[in-house]
């Protein structure tokens, strides 16, 4: 936004930039924390630092086809490089992972009844490929409804959805509950 002289098009620029940030950061915020955890303030730096990119490159951003998907991609390389810049791996924290795990069985409709099967549903799902990691964070840990995720991936509803089910039947093998893989094809 480069549009210093004050007109009604900078203001415009504006307005909508506000606006999308109002309609994403939650989102966005929320899954940093699927990565990180709550640990001290990365996730509102991360959110921070994209929004800023976001913000020098906002015409750029409504040029795109879908500028869901360009922010969302602005936000995983900032991710990136705030992973990479601390001193230390960071293993997502307990909490959180206890959290995802909780919310995956909630919108899944799976109970996983020991210790064992829940670490081994939390490795699936590191495990799957970006897409379909994507797919099943943006659907079960944010509840994004299959337009919004998609939109976030740049990518049909169809393209998603057909993700989110290899994704489901994947995890099904992984932690060896066909039930999970048979849900997925009557969901469709």
């Known amino acids: 936004m480069n549009d210093t002289n004050g007109t009604t098009g900078g203001a415009r620029l ?11 950061e939650r989102a966005w915020a929320n ?4 990565q990180v955890g709550h640990r001290d303030d990365g996730p509102e730096l991360v959110v921070a630092a994209t929004k800023e990119h976001l913000h020098r490159n906002w015409a750029l951003a409504l040029r795109q086809e879908i ?6 991609r602005l936000l995983k390389e900032h991710l990136a490089h705030w ?3 601390q001193s230390e791996p960071i293993a997502v924290q307990t909490a959180a992972m206890d959290a995802v795990i909780d919310h995956f069985r ?7 009844e020991t210790l064992p099967e829940r670490i081994g549903l939390m490795t699936a ?12 964070i943006l659907r079960y840990c ?5 337009q919004e995720a998609a939109a ?20 099904a093998r992984a932690i060896g509950r066909p039930d999970l893989a048979e849900r997925s094809k009557e969901e469709q």
């Not at 899954?31 to 699927?34: D, E």
């Not at 500028?67 to 969302?72: C, D, E, F, G």
């Not at 944010?142 to 299959?146: M, R």
């Open 14 to 24: 504006t307005l909508t930039f506000d606006a999308f940030c109002a309609t994403h």
């Open 125 to 136: 799902i590191l495990d799957l490929p970006e897409k379909q990691y994507d797919c099943v």
């Open 31 to 34: 899954f940093v924390r699927t």
């Open 83 to 85: 992973r990479a810049a």
């Open 142 to 146: 944010l509840d994004l409804d299959d």
């Open 106 to 112: 909630h919108q899944a409709r799976i109970s996983l």
């Open 67 to 72: 500028p869901a998907a360009y922010a969302w």
């Open 152 to 171: 976030y991936l740049g990518t049909s509803v169809a393209t998603y959805r057909s993700n989110l089910r290899h994704a489901r039947r994947r995890l």
